[in-house]
């Protein structure tokens, strides 16, 4: 069995889950809005996709920094999340709407777009290459991408640690080499020529470090609990009984309150920002 979820994952049972703990999960991600916004040079007004942007946080953080008259629509796989996007920029629905779409076979916009944008939405492809070939045919001629994958899981630790916690307790699966996940690009070197392989040009890579909040400005305690519930492998605890699952998120615990400041958990993290143009 393999927990990294997949894209009909996403689409059902993952994108139900990513929606319960949605207010944490977007707070923690919110400083890579930046980086992404700097790579996708919005020197004047553009109309922009974000792909696979779940609940719209960065899709309303790059709406915000980019030019007056921008246009940014979402797209995700997930009916509830979209849903739930839809309700949290409801202020803004003219300029920042959201549709589901699944990416990998959605045909391109009569429209097309200045900008692509993802943050974490690109690694979960069953067939990438066929992904990204109709991706690029959504740009214009002049225009841009950048999508942000995780760095290696050692950069990572407050979601590999959860995964260590874990395998004191139950079996946890292997996953599969390429398969889709978070740290499906942690080998940037490999991503780059596929991108390059499938309709884009001049791709470059980037890498971002700095300290995320995890579960969005949380103390130890709260921040092992989110984890445990709101990331898949987390579900694995659930085979265990009660006891022994509050055990497992304790030693999860634990080890955020070495990461913990003025009680909040703020741990390193790592990611690629990869961007280009139309080849």
Not at 81 to 93: G, V
Not at 186 to 199: E, Q, R, W, Y
Request: charged share 25%.
């Amino acid at each position: 069995m393999n927990q990294a979820p997949s894209l009909a994952d996403w689409a059902t049972d993952r994108g139900d889950k990513w929606r319960d703990h949605l207010d944490d999960l977007e707070a923690e991600l919110e400083p890579l809005n930046t980086p992404l916004a700097e790579a996708l040079a919005l020197a004047r007004p553009a109309r922009i996709a974000d792909l696979g942007c779940g609940g719209g946080g960065a899709s309303r953080g790059i709406f915000d920094v980019a030019p007056k008259g921008s246009e940014v629509i979402g797209f995700d796989v997930s009916p509830s999340l979209i849903e739930a996007a839809r309700q949290r920029n409801s202020d803004r629905s003219d300029q920042l709407p959201f549709e589901v779409a699944d990416l990998q076979t959605a045909s391109p916009p009569s429209d097309r777009f200045d900008r692509l944008m993802s943050r974490f939405g690109v690694m979960f492809f069953p067939e990438p290459e066929a992904a990204f070939r109709n991706l690029a045919r959504w740009l214009k001629p002049d225009g841009r991408f950048a999508f942000a994958v995780w760095a290696a899981p050692e950069e990572n630790l407050w979601l590999s640690k959860l995964k260590h916690v874990v395998a004191n307790y139950v079996d946890v699966p292997k996953p599969e080499p390429d398969a889709p996940g978070p740290f499906r690009y942690a080998d940037v070197s490999t991503f780059v020529p596929l991108l390059s392989d499938s309709g884009f040009a001049d791709v470059q890579a980037t890498t971002w470090r700095q300290s995320i909040p995890v579960g969005g400005y949380l103390p130890a305690r709260q921040a092992a609990e989110f984890a445990v519930a709101a990331f898949g492998i987390g579900s694995l605890l659930d085979e265990l009984d009660h006891a022994t699952k509050l055990i497992a998120t304790e030693t999860l615990a634990d080890f955020f309150r070495e990461y913990e400041t003025d009680g909040v958990v703020r741990m390193p993290a790592a990611a690629h920002i990869v961007s280009g143009v139309p080849a």
